[in-house]
């Protein structure tokens, strides 16, 4: 999700298909906004599929791309979070695959789901084009905190990861192959997304993210598959991780000085571009500091 005009439509396009490791691969965003990275990853007898692309059409095209990868294997579907690029797809998956997520996921998809279709609809044409017919399904399997998924001679990893990004983050873990799936709660080449819009969503914990980045830094993985941006090594979840403390302690020490409002978000916004010059989605810093401001004690 944005919060700046649209420059691509948010199409998921099946190109620059990527092997990451033995029976793995991942449908790259090419760094299209509202487009997630998407994985398929088969075991002997079952392929799971994660993140849906934004609305039916998109996942249509995924579903056909992972039945074809599949050769009459099984099919799961999960998805890290309810916003729409990553699950306003799944009903395209109905009655083709078993849908698994974590149950804080399942209830945003509940809650939450039909107010961001209408919020979505909102950010421009090429967006309500993809969002025309969506339809929010109820997932087949909800697990609380954590499920192991057997897909024949692999075992994937899904954990539920407790309120960051969003209230029901889950990340995919592939542990035979060092993989994992972060959805928004790491981006590459980018600012974290708060989807910071009080008084309608103010799930956004940055607090409880950091907290999340450094759980996910002690896991060691291989290789990172974020949600937006280019498949990664371990250090985007120590950078992420980095970017976050700072964005907190300089919104902190500023709040603490009584500043006004424009002004911490002036400087502290400044201060993140001049750190990292080359990532996009700039107007993240603002949401964070707002997210921040509100989580100081
Ligand atoms: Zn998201």
Known sequence: MSSEPLTHDPV????QVRDVARDLVVIPNRGVELVPNIGVIGGDHSVLVVETGMGPRNAEKVLAFATEYAKGRRLYLSTTHFHPEHAFGAQAFT??????????QAADLADKGPGYLQMFRGLGTSVAGQLEGVELVTPDVVYDDAYELDLGGRVVRLRAMGRAHSKGDQVVTVPDAGVLFTGDLVEAGQFSIFPWFPPYDVDVSGLRWIEVMRRLVATGPD?????HGDISGAQVLADVRDYLELLRDETWVRRDSAMPMETIVAEVKALMIERHPKWAGRDWIEKGVGCLCAEHA
Not at 223 to 227: A, L
């Open 223 to 227: 290789v990172v598959v974020p949600g």
């Open 12 to 15: 998921v396009e099946i190109t």
């Open 95 to 104: 009655g083709e695959a078993t849908y698994v997520v974590n149950r804080a």
